[in-house]
């Protein structure tokens, strides 16, 4: 479990309070390069798992929780400091407290559970990935990005919302298909 991949996955998880707190600060500049930081963890430990040969069922697991984490936090910060609108990172909670409880109901329903994010979910969180970036990048740098955000504001909160509709299908579809097949009590 500790192997490289995993040390920089668990590093990762590691700077997400460290970007709240500057964040909470006001300090974008610090918040940016931790964030970058952040993201080449990413990379690197992906990288590295397939080099070394050390994929693991726990690094699996774990780096879609460590993207989540920053994800989530940054977008909810950066909400709070009103970098980007307070809708836009409830309906993004909303949406994945709706796809864990999903996943969490059809595990105690079933007693098992295999994850694997659709490719309209891939693609709402690589969307709020790349606003959360832009916007961390022009509330640090002024880069003068700050024209592209509406539009992808726009693009994330419909891209969230269109996600969270379609898990709540795929979950409900597993789900009747596992009751079809269960045998009924008399």
């Known amino acids: 479990m500790l192997t490289l991949p995993n040390l920089l996955t668990l590093a990762r998880i590691g700077l997400v309070p460290f970007v709240a707190w500057h964040l909470l600060l006001r300090d974008f500049d610090m918040a940016f390069w931790l964030f970058v930081i952040a993201a080449l963890t990413d990379l690197l430990d992906g990288a590295l798992a397939r080099l070394l040969d050390q994929r693991s069922a726990f690094g699996a697991w774990l780096d879609p929780v460590?993207?989540?984490?920053?994800?989530?936090?940054?977008?909810?910060?950066?909400?709070?400091?009103?970098?980007?609108?307070?809708?836009?990172?409830?309906?993004?909670?909303?949406?994945?407290?709706?796809?864990?409880?999903?996943?969490?109901?059809?595990?105690?329903?079933?007693?098992?559970?295999?994850?694997?994010?659709?490719?309209?979910g891939k693609l709402a969180t690589m969307i709020e990935f790349v606003l959360v970036s832009l916007a961390l990048a022009e509330a640090a740098l002024a880069l003068g990005l700050a024209g592209l955000l509406p539009p992808l504001v726009l693009a994330a909160g419909a891209l969230a919302a269109a996600s969270g509709l379609h898990y709540v299908w795929v979950w409900s579809d597993k789900t009747c298909a596992y009751l079809k097949g269960r045998p009924t009590r008399d």
Not at 72 to 90: E, K, N
Not at 97 to 114: D, F, I, K, M, N
Request: hydrophobic share 60%.
């Open 66 to 120: 460590a993207d989540k984490l920053m994800l989530l936090t940054t977008l909810f910060m950066l909400a709070w400091d009103g970098v980007l609108p307070a809708w836009l990172a409830v309906l993004v909670g909303v949406r994945d407290a709706v796809v864990v409880g999903g996943a969490l109901a059809y595990r105690r329903l079933t007693g098992g559970l295999e994850v694997a994010p659709t490719r309209l």
